[in-house]
């Protein structure tokens, strides 16, 4: 199976509307939704970290009209193609707002709980305490038995699983340092039992990439 993450997986075209456009984003959109509706209720307050262009969670609304959503991405142009991809596919009543959210930070201005939390491909380019902050957000902000569902390329058991996911790691972390894809054995699942947050589910997804669902330890 050919891999999506290649080096040059941060290129984006926007719309004359503002509306940004990422064709791995569109490639996988279907299968994310499908799994994400399967793990999150319906009716859930969701609050998405990093969302980048803003076609994933257009696109999950669409077939959850009872879910509410709180978007969030440190690029004014991401928040602006955010908001442009809600009205273009009708479903900007069911925001509550688009926040800046720097993962890392304790406090993400969040007012009440939240029922599951979404970040997508987001680990791997960004510093390891971005990760933590996030895991520590969770534990501070989601419900007891609230979840925290990632997606993007992750090692197995310290392994890469493809050439790849090998040779788009080595790219990442010539980008930047900090980057890199992380081990979800050794590094991520570990990292989220100290903020209480317990493995449920991991899916296989296409292009060597995994949906994994951690569950917020109910009170």
């Not at 569902?149 to 996911?165: A, D, T, V, W």
Request: charged share 25%.
């Amino acid at each position: 199976m050919q891999s999506e993450n290649k080096p040059e997986p941060f290129k984006i075209n926007p719309s004359e509307d503002g509306r940004q456009f990422s064709p791995s984003i569109e490639r996988n959109r279907d299968v994310i939704k499908s799994v994400f509706l399967q793990e999150i209720p319906a009716n859930a307050r969701v609050l998405e970290i990093a969302s980048g262009t803003g076609q994933h969670a257009a696109h999950i609304l669409k077939d959850a009209p009872d879910m509410r959503w709180i978007a969030s991405d440190l690029e004014e142009q991401a928040q602006i193609s955010i908001r442009a991809w809600a009205q273009h596919a009708g479903v900007e009543a069911q925001y509550e707002e688009v926040k800046v959210i720097n993962a890392a930070n304790k406090d993400w201005g969040i007012d009440g709980k939240i029922d599951a939390i979404l970040s997508c491909n987001m680990l791997h380019i960004s510093p390891w305490e971005v990760s933590l902050g996030m895991f520590a957000g969770a534990k501070k902000y989601l419900n007891g038995g609230g979840r925290l569902f990632l997606y993007g390329p992750f090692k197995r058991n310290g392994q890469q699983i493809s050439e790849s996911n090998t040779a788009f790691d080595v790219n990442l972390r010539d980008r930047n340092s900090h980057w890199g894809i992380r081990d979800l054995e050794g590094e991520v699942i570990s990292a989220a039992k100290l903020a209480d947050l317990h493995l449920v589910n991991v899916h296989d997804m296409p292009a060597n990439n995994f949906s994994v669902v951690f569950e917020h330890a109910r009170v």
